[in-house]
């Protein structure tokens, strides 16, 4: 066996008993000559070095890039042990009418995954965005109830034990909390249930897939500006309110929609919010990040530090603690992100938020992910 490769069987060796005595930390660091080892071709490449550390990674997949890129679908494949629709799990794509349920968008991803052995999460079974007009316009306190357990039960138990993860509340907190009970956002679910949708999701969803991690997933929770130091205070009463009350939620999703330009990352603030979710016996998955470079100057090599850097010192301080499961990305490569609609440039340049660039090239964060 050649030197370098008995030397990184050791380093993962070293790795799973560090893991077992919860110093994650210690797997990071992996000497640079190892980290040149190209993983054999069956072990994806980032996801296979996040195993190292007892994690995962994976990315978002765009149902258009599915069915029309192949290219970065192998990308996906080398690179990903776990994918999750960017659209293709939400009411708009399974739920077209209140009598019809189409589930092609949501089969062709869970197929393609399970042909390439990647696990799939499911998103999002309750949200206020993506949801049919038929839905919004018939909504009322007198069938919400059913509405809901019906779409989870239908939705849930079609992929029961097929999927790792399911977020089953998306973004329940305002970004203002205080205007409505417990920080919640102002929805349909909520107009019409009160909090209790919280409690009627997560129960259905445990009864129609127990097998599937239930998780409550959310944003503007990772820098020191006021309106995100009142949502992770907020985040926190609202676990708890849900855990005194027997709600089965089993994890939180981090976002992480994070933004390069951003000075007020503080990862003594970053760890202790993830130390104070993890001391309920929760589990924490990073489930969504990208890094916005939209207020950085145009220069690519200097944007792809920052936005490298950025990401680095937010998973610095997240990653070390034991409930972290992984992280996914959303999406692999700058060809697909959802940014460049959502925060165009002002220079008209595309965004650089991912760990590929649009030419299928590892950039700085795919450093950043992989070490
Ligand atoms: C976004 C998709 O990326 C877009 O393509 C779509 O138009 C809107 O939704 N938080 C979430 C995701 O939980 O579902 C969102 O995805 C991005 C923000």
Request: proline residues 6%.
């Amino acid at each position: 066996m050649p030197t370098t490769k008995r030397r990184q069987l050791l380093a993962n060796a070293l790795c799973a008993a560090a893991l077992s005595t919860t110093t994650i930390s210690a797997c990071s660091a992996t000497p640079a000559s190892d980290a040149i080892i190209e993983p054999v071709a069956s072990i994806p490449a980032l996801n296979a070095r996040a195993r190292r550390r007892g994690m995962f990674y994976g990315a978002a997949v765009n149902h258009e890039a599915l069915i029309k890129d192949p290219a970065t679908m192998a990308r996906v494949d080398a690179e990903c042990g776990m994918v999750v629709g960017e659209a293709s799990f939400k009411w708009e794509a399974v739920h077209p009418a209140a009598n019809r349920y189409d589930f092609s968008q949501s089969d062709a991803l869970l197929a393609w995954a399970t042909k390439h052995e990647i696990r799939t999460r499911g998103h999002a079974l309750v949200w206020h965005e993506a949801n049919p007009e038929w839905l919004t316009s018939t909504i009322n306190s007198g069938n919400a109830e059913k509405l809901l357990t019906d779409h989870i039960k239908t939705v849930a138990g079609r992929y029961a034990k097929r999927l790792a993860h399911w977020d089953v509340v998306n973004e329940a907190l305002d970004d203002v909390p205080g205007r409505q009970p417990l920080g919640l956002r102002d929805t349909i679910w909520l107009r019409a249930l009160g909090p209790a949708y919280l409690d009627i999701a997560f129960h259905a969803t445990a009864a129609a897939d127990p097998q599937a991690l239930r998780v409550l997933n959310d944003y503007g929770t990772d820098y020191t500006i006021p309106w995100q130091e009142r949502k992770r205070a907020a985040m926190l009463e609202l676990l708890s309110t849900l855990m005194h009350r027997g709600v089965p939620i089993q994890a939180v999703g981090l976002q992480a929609h994070l933004d390069a330009a951003e000075i007020t990352l503080d990862q003594k603030v970053l760890s202790r919010f993830v130390a104070d979710i993890a001391s309920m016996g929760l589990k924490v998955i990073v489930t969504e990040l990208d890094v916005r470079d939209d207020r950085l100057p145009a220069d690519i090599p200097s944007r792809d530090i920052a936005v490298a850097d950025h990401a680095k010192a937010w998973l610095d301080a997240v990653l070390p603690n034991p409930a972290v499961l992984g992280v996914l990305t959303w999406g692999l490569s700058d060809r697909h992100s959802w940014l460049n609609t959502k925060f165009p440039r002002p220079d008209g340049l595309r965004q650089r938020p991912l760990p590929l660039d649009e030419e299928l090239n590892r950039k700085k964060l795919w450093s950043a992910l992989a070490t």
